[in-house]
């Protein structure tokens, strides 16, 4: 028996291949396929387009007013639509001539609304660019996880087989058997979570990756180490939040679209002109009438007094949503901040001389079980001792890179390059 513990270790420290149909990514390769494939980003990218068309809308001018009025019928000449030298026509034109800068207000107003849609485009690859490095780093721990679990399980499935056979010799006790399956039972058990939480964040990633294979990331030794401790004093960390942070520019554009609304609708107040001509065959005090008209509304009832006010009400809003945007941000960035030296100290302590001692323990249960110094029951419980430890220092790490990487998403930028 203590054979087959012994070929269960040594299968616990064997490497296992990875599965020949999964994509394997190294995270820069998968930064590219999401720029390029994530159809999120690619729908944006019309609304962009569609913005800017609303800028070259705003600037167009109104088209002129063409009307023709013809004399049905003529009564002294008894002709219908006498329309020829002596019968009666009347062309008119009009064209909409804005006042007060309207036409201006309105290109500066659109344009302040296509910066908005971009802002709001690098707020989505941000959230998404997140959300992409998370799962990418927890699906690269919850696999080194399993393949750990893979490796006892299978070497368990033997030796628990092997266990039934000296049983019905005799040669084990029912107690030691029925450990030794529950112990199995447990780590399938664990093995499932993990295959369930493996899934989620695999169905996740291919979402914003555009695929529909399976994702094994790839993560170079010299990957992690870059992920450290900023040297940056905190302040500046929450000044860089304030200044790259595009969700807070884009509260920003609102309250300058309101402020531009404002400006605009003062200028609404003020009557457009409408400047045409007029000529006239037959019907006026000459023949051949040419006439020139101006009309334009007189501002007695209706002065855009409640959209005036509205807008200024719009401004104070905006105004205040982007101040209380600006105190989350610094609050969230301070947060980040402890997060990421409380996680830092946890995995430096470890990582350290934990891990080290842990794995000379694992080594030394071989020998101590070969040498009859242990027991089943002993040598099971350092079994669910090591399984665990594994699993929550796996977690762990994967809990580390994601503070990291959520600080880069609270402060706006790529700090640990």
């Given at each position: ?88 026509k009347i062309l008119s034109v009009q064209q909409l001539l804005y006042t007060a800068g309207k036409r201006n207000k309105r290109v ?17 690859l941000r959230g998404l660019r997140f959300d992409l490095r998370s799962r990418f780093y927890s699906i690269y721990f919850q696999q ?216 000379e323990l694992n080594k030394g249960v071989i020998i101590s079980f070969q040498k009859g110094n242990l027991t089943l029951i002993e ?39």
């Amino acid at each position: 028996m203590r054979l087959l513990i012994t070929i269960f270790f040594i299968f616990l420290f064997t490497h296992v291949s990875p599965a020949q149909d999964s994509l394997q990514f190294t995270l820069r390769q998968a930064d590219s396929l999401f720029l390029k494939n994530n159809l999120f980003l690619l729908a944006e990218r019309f609304r962009i387009d569609a913005s800017q068309a609303q800028i070259l809308q705003a600037s167009l001018y109104e088209n002129p007013t063409v009307s023709l009025e013809l004399s049905t019928y003529n009564n002294e000449t008894r002709r219908v639509l006498d329309v020829g030298r002596q019968g009666e026509k009347i062309l008119s034109v009009q064209q909409l001539l804005y006042t007060a800068g309207k036409r201006n207000k309105r290109v500066a107003l659109a344009s302040e609304a296509a910066r908005l849609t971009e802002l709001e485009l690098l707020d989505l690859l941000r959230g998404l660019r997140f959300d992409l490095r998370s799962r990418f780093y927890s699906i690269y721990f919850q696999q080194q996880t399993l393949t750990r679990f893979d490796q006892q399980i299978a070497t368990l499935q033997t030796t628990v087989a092997a266990y039934e056979k000296q049983y019905e010799k005799s040669n084990v006790s029912l107690r030691e058997l029925l450990r030794l399956k529950a112990l199995l039972f447990q780590v399938n058990n664990d093995r499932t979570e993990i295959i369930f939480q493996l899934a989620d964040d695999q169905r996740a990633l291919r979402t914003l990756l555009s695929v529909d294979q399976p994702i094994r990331p790839r993560v170079a030794d010299e990957t992690l180490p870059r992920y450290h401790l900023p040297t940056q004093p905190d302040d500046t960390l929450r000044q860089m939040a304030l200044r790259n942070r595009p969700d807070l520019q884009a509260s920003a554009s609102l309250t300058r679209q309101a402020e531009l609304n404002y400006t605009l609708q003062r200028a609404l107040a003020t009557p457009d002109l409408r400047v045409g001509g007029t000529y006239d065959q037959a019907g006026s005090y000459i023949q051949n009438y040419v006439g020139l008209s101006v009309s334009g509304d007189i501002p007695i009832f209706n002065r855009n007094q409640g959209a005036i006010r509205a807008a200024r009400s719009q401004i104070n809003y905006q105004s205040h949503l982007q101040r209380q945007k600006a105190i989350q941000i610094s609050n969230d960035v301070t947060t980040s901040l402890q997060k990421v030296r409380e996680v830092e100290r946890q995995v430096q302590a470890v990582e350290g001389s934990f891990t080290a001692q842990f794995e000379e323990l694992n080594k030394g249960v071989i020998i101590s079980f070969q040498k009859g110094n242990l027991t089943l029951i002993e040598f099971v419980d350092l079994i669910e001792a090591y399984n665990d430890s594994i699993r929550l220092l796996n977690r762990l790490k994967a809990d580390r890179i994601g503070a990291y990487e959520e600080l880069n998403y609270l402060v706006g930028t790529d700090l640990f390059r």
